[in-house]
């Protein structure tokens, strides 16, 4: 039955486990800003935790990347990519809101 | 009986070629998801650094509605969910299941659409359009482009459909339904984005 690398990873517990951690990840973030039971720098610090965190768990549990079956140069060029874009959007706004900054 | 061995052999050879190649094809597709991936990101970037520019136009706080971007989020989950279950049934064999589960994920991405594109008409339709602000261009460029990507993934679980009750659940469909599920589970990740960078911050 295992036709390809992944098939023999994925269970129904995995998805599940996924969407269970999914849920109370974005009802953490929604239900901050919704009641504003947080104000402040420390709202936009838990919308970020709580976005890195879940976009982890979709990959571990909706796309099964681990580094155990997940082809190598799959690994590489998603590290790779991970990379390019920390360089672009973290120099992007960089450069933006200090030229924004001097402007002023 | 070597006649036997030949075929077989034959056989086999065929199918590791047919291996080779779909996993060849599900590389090049990661490749693509992740250059999908920096156009996002460079979308996302530019709309932060737009956001504030609302021109004397409407800003995120009055066109925004939270609850709509809540339902959206939890129409993309679900089908997340959904799909994964066509994957866990197509791994099982069982065509039908298949068939079914697509159907309710292409319902769920559907709702989903047909919510963004009522907020969109709605914004529209209350002076809050791309040309107004580069708040607002950027917002349409960055959630439009992923609302494209769900309309395209939605025809491909069209397809998709079509070949399992055509084809079945042969080894090039399985390749083509797995590619297909890494392209919808990728676009639910990128509303991740989309609900923490954009609809969050923009109503505080």
Redesign the interface.
């Given at each position: 039955?295992d036709?390809?690398d992944?098939?023999e990873h994925?269970?129904?517990g995995t998805?599940?486990t996924?969407?269970a951690l999914?849920?109370v990840l974005?009802a953490i973030?929604?239900g901050l800003?919704?009641t504003g039971a947080l104000t402040g720098p420390a709202?936009?610090g838990v919308?970020?935790a709580?976005?890195v965190i879940?976009?982890l768990v979709?990959?571990v549990f909706?796309?099964h990347l681990d580094f155990k079956s997940t082809?190598g140069?799959?690994l590489f060029?998603?590290a790779?990519?991970a990379v390019?874009?920390c360089i672009?959007?973290g120099g992007?706004?960089w450069i933006?809101?200090d030229l924004h900054h001097r402007m002023m | 009986m070597s006649e036997m061995l030949t075929i077989r052999n034959d056989t086999d050879l065929l199918e590791e070629e047919e291996h080779h190649s779909l996993r060849g094809r599900e590389f090049g597709f990661w490749l693509f998801l992740m250059g999908d991936a920096v156009i996002f990101a460079l979308l996302f970037a530019t709309y932060v650094v737009l956001s504030g520019n609302s021109a004397a136009g409407p800003t995120s706080q009055q066109v925004f509605d939270l609850s709509h971007t809540a339902i959206e989020t939890a129409l993309l989950l679900v089908s997340s969910l959904t799909f994964g279950i066509a994957s866990l049934a197509m791994d099982k064999g069982h065509g039908r299941a298949v068939i079914l589960w697509l159907l309710i994920t292409l319902g769920l991405g559907l709702g989903f659409l047909v919510m963004e594109v009522l907020e969109f008409r709605g914004m529209i339709l209350q002076g809050a359009g791309p040309d107004v602000s580069g708040f607002l261009s950027a917002f349409f460029t960055l959630v439009g482009m992923h609302g494209a990507h769900v309309a395209m993934g939605s025809i491909g679980i069209l397809v998709m459909i079509g070949q399992v009750m055509t084809k079945g659940l042969t080894l090039p469909v399985r390749s083509r339904l797995n590619r297909l599920g890494l392209f919808w589970h990728f676009l639910d990740i990128v509303w991740i984005g989309i609900f923490s960078v954009v609809y969050l911050p923009g109503v505080m």
């Open positions: 039955m036709h390809t992944h098939t994925r269970s129904l998805y599940l996924g969407f999914a849920i974005t973030p929604f800003v919704w709202v936009y919308i970020a709580a976005a879940q976009v979709h990959l909706f796309l082809p140069e799959n060029f998603l790779f990519a390019l874009i672009m959007v992007s706004l933006m809101f | -």
